[in-house]
RNA sequence: GCUCGUGUAGUGUAGUGGUCCAUCAUGAAGCCCUCUCGAGGCUUCGACCCGGGUUCAAAUCCCGGCACGAGCACCA
């Protein structure tokens, strides 16, 4: 090796690259790059990948991102109405900042309805009045229907009774003339656009033909100058069935990549409409019910965009699937919320415990810090001067515990003796709080599917709604509502 | 069945022929801390799917297996 390659003994500790990997064929300043959702619900812990990375990306490249709605299924897909300007919050929420261009495919029918006759008219387009399943025989026999033998003109005449409306929900399709050849069955003569009578939210009944996936994306890549689409494997044959008909046209296909499926453990499998209907049911308070995997079920609990974005990112582009758990999001929120975070003490099934100070001199009021490590200026001061304390029941299994920050105690029934103001041994130092300063609260803790509600006292000081606060020896959670009488936490994670 | 894709520690991820007895994070275990079992610091554990081939040299290239996943909707 010396002989023939010296410099590999020049041994170096490798160093992982972080960041994502640099886009092929990107110029920066012309990147285009778009994210489509269907605005049949708010954003998902899932769509999240998609809005980090191609916002990423466009950082990166100076480019620019397309948020556009996917929204030509009234059926099977149904629209909400208000989920168009939730999703727009979503990505504004997650990426700080709104897309460069906002387009709904439902405002854009007249492009694909002339897309379509062109390709009716050239003859690269028929329309198809087999049903379902008789294509599919044919199309897995590489046979040919009678329906692609049409001159353009029959074929035009036929578009016009779909569009029209003389011809009703499945009565005919238009495809798209690949090759009934095609080792791939799936790109065979694939279908482009179907009847459609159903109501749309937004346009009402106004068209009769609509678009599918594949054909209403791919023109509209084009109107729009995406050079970079980056979407799921399960979509691969779509870029192959879409470069087909870019061909047609003339046409150049982006350059595309893909990501695999992801799997959080905590949140099992979800879909939009699925959650959509549960909700319905009353089975979830609503979209930002604390066990759901929306971005705003996230938000409300305090989860951290930026730190959704680094996880996402650490991530990264890569084709396989992955099966990943919230403690690892968890981890990345904590690491960003940490120092921003003041600690509180919270007491779940407190037990009052009468100190004795058994002739040791003991200090009427402590003083703590906000932050351990003082990232928070400030303190917060406690009066211990009627020696009424609440611990944890759990805690006083022990019979010799550390109250932190302050003694070692021996617990007698109610009775804690005090021993010691210096630590002294390693017994285990529990959290604790005086009455005086004690006020009841209740915690949420979303688990699975279900609910679990803590009951317990929080020190009472400065106390504000909205603000997350890390409850020592318990974890992070966020204080939703102040009222007289109680003060209501929910859960973020330990 | 046809077509396509992916296989690096428990979970993710870096790595594109020698700088690799393999990176980083997370996790688990343990330790430290004038004091959090869930903050902070430190230590340890743990992986190239299998079998051939090419080469002085393979996680990396080639071939063949195997495993897992996806598409084959008038859904997105």
Known sequence: MENTNPEALNRQKQIKRTGLKDLSNAVSGKVILRFAPNPNGPLTLGHARGVTINSEYAKIYDGKVVLRFDDTDSKVKPPIKEAYSWIEEDYKWLTGKNPDIIVRASERMEIYLSYAVKMLDEGFGYVCKCSAENFKKLRDNSEECQCRKKESKENLSDWNEMVNGKLTEGM??????TDMNLPNPALRDWPALRIQHSHHPMVGDKYKVWPLLDFQSAIEDHEQGVTHIIRGKDLMDSTRKQTLLYNHFGWEYPETMYWGRVKIHEFGSFSTSGMRKEIENKNYSGWDDPRLPTLRALRRRGFDSEAMKDFWI????????????????????????????????????????ILNANNIEIPIKLILNKHPLNKIKGNREWNIEDLEIYVEEKDLEKKEIRLKDFADIEVRKSEGIIQSLDRNDKRSIVHWIPKSISKKAILTIPNGNEIIIQEGVIEDIQIMKNNIVQLERVGYAKIESIDDDIIKLLWLHG
């Open 314 to 353: 650490d991530l990264g582009l890569t084709q396989k699937d992955i099966s990943v758990s919230l403690q690892t999001i968890e981890s990345f929120n904590s690491s960003k919320i940490d120092s921003k975070c003041e600690r509180r003490v919270f007491v779940r099934d407190p037990k009052k415990i």
């Open 172 to 177: 005919a399709v238009v495809r798209v003339k």
